[in-house]
């Protein structure tokens, strides 16, 4: 993922994210390719959240209108998908990855940088 700007749609799923789960405690983010076609875009991410002696994963998901009368229009979901003990994680991605059903794998983003894109601290 390259630096977003504060109005992409990663930038924008991060703050809707971090609206939703405590960014802190978020300690891992895999963004698959955004897909574009016609006027919109639609971005999915997986988080993965440290509660407790829990792990739990997240799908995030946007899509975004980059053309046409309705550009900027912007609609975003958190759903959590998996959870588990916190040394289960390769195992809970690997699950979510299947649901998401993906043919390229996710790049590791940091949470840093992803939440920092938004404006949103850690």
Known sequence: MSAPGPE?????????????LPPDEVDGVWVFS????DAREWGT????RHDGDR?????????????????????????EVGSGPVEALAQLLHDAHKRIDDEQ???PVSPDAWFSAS????
């Open 119 to 122: 404006g949103q601290p850690r």
């Open 45 to 48: 991410a997986v988080l993965s």
């Open 55 to 79: 792990r739990r994963i997240y799908t995030a998901r946007y899509t975004l209108t980059i053309r046409g009368k309705e550009r900027g229009q912007f609609e975003a979901s958190v759903q």
């Open 105 to 107: 794998p996710p790049l």
């Open 8 to 20: 992409s749609g990663w930038a924008r799923l991060a703050q809707s994210v971090a609206e939703l």
């Open 34 to 37: 955004p897909l574009r076609h």
